[in-house]
């Protein structure tokens, strides 16, 4: 019986036989490509969701304030692996915590727990995934504040990563496998947090990373030099010296309302141009291997606006010199928000996993 149902494999279409032949060494892909496993977390580029609980859909009536077309669940099925959000106190008694886009007034997203409660539905469903997360501490909370929010959400420090009490200058850090294998898959900045002993994995942003900058109105205007924390004339060189890692901020805000009343919002009129792979005034392949050849590295982080357009997952994929992708979903390129009801893809690969599985149980039955 053994022989006979693995002569019959033998006999599966190749593309099936080559799925099943796969399924093992697909099974240790870390954050979609088994290339990047043995890489340390500071060795690869991320893709990050600017303000990503922040959507401009019908849930917001198409708010100008929104900064993505899709939620964070989607954006990380999609392949973003950094996610950030601002932390205000609602305006109504000033003591809870929401994740909220400049003012509560403004564009509320509701709780922070719930939103870390969401990141962490996903990443217990994908476990060979590592996710950094990136708080703007616009309410000034404290580390404990922070933490009661990720105790709220059922984040406990068995899931974030909590570095060896190293600073950026000798912080060594571990492979992505090295994260998954301990299972401590979420790593954490706030910016900013003078005082994180009472919850060590809420690391300061600025003693391990710094910023370009990121108020940037016109294409031709994208810098590779450090904004934050410190615009200092050369402070970028300074900083990579140092083992700080670099965050590309690479999202364009347009003005409106006049001389007297300018408001800054989401450009998402050029954002076709603003996250393609090449081509066009302030693109992201060009502005990504600006920066490259400025730091003598890739960008740690990248950091964009309506992360499906472009898309923009196609430059990160080329600096980490990812060619093959396993469990990513495709998401929409168009440059709208989905329609009501609308379906995401299948990812390729698991549906190619699922039709060989199909038919190595059939003929293990008879």
Not at 230 to 236: L, Q
Not at 337 to 343: D, Q
């Amino acid at each position: 019986m053994l022989f006979k149902n693995l002569a019959s494999v033998l006999l599966l279409p190749a593309a099936i036989r080559a799925a099943v032949t796969n399924l093992t060494s697909s099974s240790i892909a870390c954050n979609n490509s088994p290339s990047l496993c043995s890489k340390r977390y500071d060795q690869i580029t991320y893709l990050g969701a600017h303000d990503s609980p922040f959507l401009r859909d019908a849930s917001t009536d198409y708010s100008t304030s929104g900064n993505q077309y899709y939620n964070s669940t989607v954006q990380l099925s999609g392949g973003v692996r950094l996610l950030t959000a601002q932390v205000q106190l609602t305006d109504n008694d000033g003591t809870e915590l929401h994740v909220c886009h400049s003012s509560c007034s403004l564009l509320d997203a509701g709780r922070l727990s719930d939103w870390l409660g969401e990141v962490r539905v996903w990443m217990e469903s994908n476990p060979n995934e590592v996710v950094t997360l990136l708080l703007v501490n616009g309410a000034g909370a404290s580390a404990s504040d922070l933490a009661s929010q990720y105790q709220r959400a059922g984040i406990t420090t068995d899931l974030a990563y909590t570095p060896s009490g190293l600073t950026s200058g000798t912080q060594s850090w571990p492979t992505l496998q090295s994260l998954i294998s301990g299972g401590t898959r979420l790593v954490n900045f706030v910016a900013s947090l003078s005082d994180n002993a009472a919850a060590p994995y809420l690391m300061n942003e600025f003693t391990y990373i710094f910023e370009n900058n990121y108020e940037t109105t016109t294409p031709s205007s994208f810098s590779c030099e450090a904004f934050r924390p410190s615009d200092a004339p050369g402070y970028a060189t300074e900083a990579i010296s140092g083992n700080k890692m670099p965050l590309m901020n690479h999202f364009l805000y347009q003005e409106t309302g006049g001389d007297f009343l300018s408001i800054e919002s989401p450009n998402a009129t050029y954002v076709t141009t603003t996250n393609a792979p090449s081509g066009g005034i302030g693109n992201l392949g060009t502005a990504a291997d600006t920066c490259n050849e400025y730091y003598g590295r890739n960008p740690t982080y990248i950091l964009v606006d309506f992360f499906n357009v472009g898309p923009a997952m196609a430059t990160v994929d080329r600096l980490n010199g990812v060619t093959t992708v396993v469990g990513r979903t495709r998401v929409s390129t168009a440059n709208e928000a989905p329609s009501s009801g609308a379906s995401l893809v299948v990812p390729e690969s698991r549906a190619v996993w699922s039709v060989a599985l199909t038919f190595l149980l059939a003929f293990t039955l008879f």
